[in-house]
């Protein structure tokens, strides 16, 4: 085996090495920034990425909610506008529905918009955040009357 | 915590097709360094090849297809780039096994061995993704899991199976299998941490009285965790297990500090460690020597310093593009198919190959902290936090010690040096990660709109979860 060849092995080994490396690169690159909006969130109208829209006060759309309000519970009638979502549910100060419910945790909930659609997600709530019976985990989709469970309260979106 | 990145506005594609794209080149990393390795000692290509490349593809194909039917929303980078890292490992073993066998050395079937442990680590692989199809499960194991992490720390003490290997009492024997049970230790510890600390990080965090500048969380929230925290430092300390102690007590620090969002824990742990490490170079001779052996290695030189030394004379050897797969003396160096894998790649494939191979370690550590970033659950972020906090210290240590940054302590480098108990808790580490960005990358299951009339408790109701 002459000298040239092992060199040349050597150096084709180190390039596939490489190009293996800068192609993982790649990969992360294009998944970061390559991911789609989800269909639904298009609707009829193309709806702006789901980051930009959530800060600003949006046009309600006809039958788009417009405000939480509390149902039962505590603090019946309580309400919030949707326009200065994300909300925060909760027993602390800083909450956009102050509830006096002791089974209520200080940050207990929060609800957000992406897209078109609202979501509530339980932020590491002690008794947990229930759309209609089912205990949630994750953010969840929640449309207009879906009741929304916190401690002994309970709140709905509302057009 | 989990404020931001989890209402995108985007849902992550799948990308199994980029995944397997990556596959082929990380095979080739694999399979073309043994043939390299073939050509460069024996002038041949080796005569299994056909046989090695086929099992190695078999095992990562296997991986591939278990990903594609149970995660199928995983992480595309982190199999492949474990792929090659222990494809690599697997040939540059190999190259040490062809000299060791040359100089009539008993022991040259390690690469054979490694790719036994390999097999078996793909098959735990396979097994966590089949059977743990949500990680929260795991969750109401916290205690069970701390528990038994620390009863396998244990277990090298016990008269039968317990072993002492070079002056470290870690190893079991078991029907002939030596066994390092701190390796599975150590996941099962983040497994406990990270259930623990998710319940009572918001107690952690605001509960506590202030002393000097920092403060302190009151006594019953912290206790149970600083109770299997010292269980297990003590239990290291006592094995003379340098490398792991200083593992456990950078991943409790991340995790603490993640958990709470308090620097003061950095504060805290910082000075805990020089105080910690004052204290061992003081009372522990083992520790004054290595420091020594750090600080003037050409002083000790053909002594106690042998092995860092002539790692270093190798790696300065190898140079840029290293002397080539055959042709260099990896074998001088004693150890150099676990702890010193490394200065066998720089002296063989020269910085060229080492830098790559850290950038691989750094890319396994972001994907785990990007994981961390987009899990939708507290418990999976602190999980995926210090699953990534154990490669990346580990990765820094043993980088650290054998390029003479630290002084050195002996773990090995995951994936790529020879050790069994080490490639199979790592790769039940990455079926975990998986698991986990598969949850997190999933698109949010849909709830539909429910009628007053049946959402009573009694109604069952049908999730979707594409």
């Known amino acids: ?151 002994k309260t309970i709140l709905e979106l509302r057009k | 915590m989990s404020q931001t990145g989890t209402l995108m506005g985007f849902v992550h594609r799948r990308r199994r097709g980029a995944e397997l794209f990556l596959l082929v080149l990380a095979l080739m990393v694999g399979i073309g360094a043994y043939a390299a390795v073939g050509l460069g000692v024996e002038g041949v290509v080796p005569a299994d090849l056909v046989g090695y490349g086929g099992w190695l593809t078999a095992l990562i194909v296997g991986a591939h297809v278990t990903v594609r039917l149970v995660a199928p929303y995983a992480d595309p980078v982190l199999l492949p780039l474990v792929a090659a890292l222990n494809g690599l490992g697997l040939a540059v073993i190999r190259r040490l096994d062809l000299t060791y066998e040359a100089n009539g050395l008993d022991q040259h079937t390690f690469a054979r061995q490694q790719l036994t442990w390999m097999t078996l680590g793909v098959i735990l692989f396979v097994a966590t993704l089949f059977l743990l199809r949500d990680h929260r499960v795991l969750q109401r194991f916290t205690y069970t899991a701390g528990l038994l992490g620390i009863v396998l720390l244990i277990l090298p003490f016990l008269p039968v199976i317990g072993r002492e290997i070079n002056g470290a009492r870690i190893w079991i024997n078991v029907v002939g299998f030596s066994f390092q049970p701190g390796e599975v230790a150590k996941v099962l510890l983040v497994i406990a941490f990270s259930g623990y600390l998710v319940l009572h990080r918001d107690a952690l965090a605001l509960a506590g009285n202030r002393i000097l500048f920092i403060d302190l969380p009151r006594g019953r929230d912290l206790g149970p965790i600083l109770a299997m925290f010292g269980v297990s430092m003590m239990i290291l300390v006592l094995q003379n297990d340098l490398g792991s102690s200083l593992l456990f007590f950078g991943l409790f620090l991340a995790m603490l500090y993640v958990a709470t ?105 972001e994907r785990a902290l990007r994981i961390a970033l987009i899990s939708r659950d507290g418990f999976g972020k602190l999980m995926a936090l210090g699953l990534g906090a154990i490669i990346a210290l580990q990765v820094f240590v043993v980088v650290g010690g054998v390029t003479g940054l630290i002084p050195l302590t002996g773990l090995t480098t995951p994936f790529l040096s020879y050790g069994g108990s080490s490639l199979v808790a790592n790769w039940v580490v990455i079926a975990l990660l998986l698991r986990i960005s598969d949850q997190a990358r999933r698109p949010a299951p849909r709830l539909e709109p429910v009628d007053d009339s049946v959402a009573d408790s009694e109604s069952t109701q049908v999730v979707k979860l594409r």
């Open chain 1, 1 to 151: 085996m002459s000298e040239l060849t092992l060199f040349l092995i050597r150096v084709a080994f180190l390039a596939i090495l490489w190009i293996f490396v800068l192609s993982a690169i790649s990969v992360i690159r294009s998944d970061m920034f390559g991911a789609r909006v989800p269909e639904t969130a298009r609707g009829n109208a193309p709806a702006p990425s789901g980051r930009k829209s959530n800060g600003k006060p949006r046009k309600p759309r006809r039958g788009a909610p417009t405000h939480l309000l509390v149902v039962e519970g505590e603090n019946p009638g309580v309400r919030a506008e949707l326009a200065d979502a994300p909300l925060l549910i909760g027993r602390g100060s800083d909450a956009a529905i102050k509830l006096d419910d002791d089974y209520v945790s200080t940050r207990h909930a929060r609800v957000a918009a992406s897209g078109d659609e609202w979501f509530v997600e339980d932020l590491g709530s002690t008794n947990g955040t229930y759309v209609g019976p089912v205990r949630i985990t994750q953010p969840t989709t929640i449309g207009i009357g879906v009741q929304v469970r916190v401690g």
């Open chain 2, 261 to 365: 969002e308090r620097p003061g824990w950095l504060v805290v742990g910082g000075l805990l460690f020089g105080a910690g490490a004052l204290a061992a170079y003081t009372l522990v001779g083992n520790v004054q020597r290595r420091f020594d052996i750090w600080l003037h290695p050409m002083d000790y030189y053909p002594g106690t310093s042998f092995q860092p030394v002539e790692a270093m004379f190798g790696m300065g050897w190898g140079g840029l593009i290293g002397r080539g797969l055959g042709n260099g003396f990896p074998e001088r160096v004693p150890f150099a198919y676990s702890d010193f894998i490394l200065s066998t790649v720089g002296e063989e494939l020269g910085l060229t190959a080492v830098m790559a191979i850290v950038l691989c370690y750094g890319l396994i550590v």
